[in-house]
């Protein structure tokens, strides 16, 4: 069956498995300024599942309307649930997950769910994807919280930026989410001709993703990744890399990389050295760069 790939900004996605659609996360209503993606929640006419990766408004924003609009399931973290439930999403609806989940999709697809866990929020980091950072290991929930982190510069700029943080706070406020991440989450979509990973933040467990084997492997790039619940010592190249060899992926695609926040979020990704440390770490291994709604064939 043919299998279609849409990315729709930040780390949404539309997966088209003949005539399945599904969306990965759901966020697509930015706030004004960021580059539109071509298609607003509401807009959306056919969707039968939504997977949620982790609760926060950038990530689940937009899921009510969809599963409102056309009735789709909803598979994601209790919290996530949580919310839907609280937007007037019905529970015969809502499948809430925790990792060692399956959940039959279509005949022929299935979800498997696994546990994750978030990137590291609490570092402040602006460096480029090659860059390699090193510390900030071994730090207890107190001392992270001490940490200049990504919080820290919204909540700056909101107080400072006039009519523009005004705008954001009112746009955080408006949007369906948690201040919890809820428990990230990753799944492993089969059906009989692809097996394909989506993750949408750029932290993960790799004992768990030594087990998965994936073809097609949809990964985030934003902030400082987290591997085993610490800090990547090394690049956002080197994590992708990372994980496209842990999963023996063949096509590898990369979300939560635009520049969804204006002007909190970098204008630019650098793509060189991801593909470099892909040649070099995950030779079989193929970058696929997208714009919005390129309908990519996998």
Known sequence: MKTTLDWLG??????????????????????????????????????????????????????????????????????????????????????????????????????????????????????????????????????????????????????TGGDEGRAILDHVRNSAGSTSDGGALVYLIETPEVRIFYQDTSGCWSGVLDKIEADVAILAAAGRANVDGEPVQGSMADFIAMEAKLLGAKKVFIGHHDNWMPPITPADFDMAPVKQRLREEAPNAQLIETGYLAGTEL
């Open 10 to 159: 930040t780390a949404t996605f539309r997966l088209q498995i003949g005539d399945t659609t599904l969306f990965l996360d759901a966020y697509m209503d930015r706030i004004v300024g960021a580059p539109s993606v071509g298609l607003s929640a509401k807009d959306v006419t056919k969707a039968d599942f939504v997977l949620v990766g982790h609760s926060h408004f950038d990530h689940i924003a937009g899921a009510e309307v969809i599963a409102a609009n056309t009735g789709a399931k909803i598979i994601g973290s209790h919290e996530s649930c949580r919310i839907m439930r609280e937007k007037g999403i019905s529970e015969a609806q809502l499948f809430p997950s925790s990792g060692g989940e399956r959940h039959r999709i279509a005949d022929g697809i299935t979800v498997n769910v696994y546990p994750s866990i978030h990137s590291c929020t609490w570092i402040l980091t602006d460096v480029s994807s090659g860059e390699r950072e090193h510390g900030h290991t071994g730090l207890t929930q107190e001392e992270r919280a001490a940490c200049p982190g990504l919080l820290q510069r919204i909540m700056q700029f909101v107080a």
